[in-house]
C-alpha cells in the first residue's frame, strides 16, 4: 500500500509494475538482468478521491497517457528493488504535488515612493550610458 497521506493511499493492486531490461551503457548485467521497472497507474480505475483524480488529469506532464494512466520507468540502479522503490516514491511525490493548493495571488499595487524609485534609477542609469559614446570635439 502506497501511503499519499493520513487519509488517503492507494493499494498495490493498483499499481501494475513490470520488469524490462535497462538502456545504456553496462555491459553483460544489462543485456541479461530486467532491472528496470516500469510502473502504470491508472487514474480512472483508482479509488482516490475525485479532487486527486481531476488535479491529475488536468496535469501536463509527459507521465500522463491520454488514456489516463500514469506511466513511470525506473532504471537509475542496478537492482529491481531499488528502482521499484524509486518508481514508487516518484508516483508518491506525483500525487503529493497535486493535492497541494497554490494560494490565488492578490494583485497589489507599487506604492508611489517605489514607482519614483524605479524611474530615478533608470533614468541615472541612462545617463550613464549616454556617457559611454564617442567624444565630439
Do not use: C, W
Request: zero cysteines.
Amino acid at each position: 500500500m502506497l501511503v499519499i497521506s493520513q487519509s488517503v493511499s492507494i493499494p498495490d493492486d493498483e499499481i501494475d509494475i513490470s520488469y524490462i531490461r535497462a538502456q545504456g551503457a553496462g555491459g553483460q548485467n544489462v543485456n541479461k538482468v530486467s532491472s528496470a521497472v516500469h510502473l502504470r497507474f491508472d487514474i480512472h480505475g483508482s479509488s482516490l478521491p475525485e479532487f486527486y483524480k481531476e488535479r491529475l488529469l488536468a496535469l501536463k506532464d509527459n507521465r500522463l497517457t491520454k488514456e489516463g494512466v500514469i506511466v513511470i520507468k525506473a532504471q537509475q540502479f542496478r537492482t529491481q528493488e531499488k528502482n521499484r522503490e524509486d518508481a514508487l516514491q516518484r508516483l508518491q511525490e506525483l500525487v503529493k504535488s497535486v493535492a497541494v493548493v497554490q494560494r490565488a495571488r492578490r494583485v497589489t499595487k507599487p506604492t508611489k515612493s517605489s514607482q519614483r524609485k524605479r524611474m530615478d534609477s533608470k533614468t541615472q542609469r541612462g545617463k550613464t550610458k549616454s556617457l559611454r559614446g564617442k567624444v565630439q570635439f
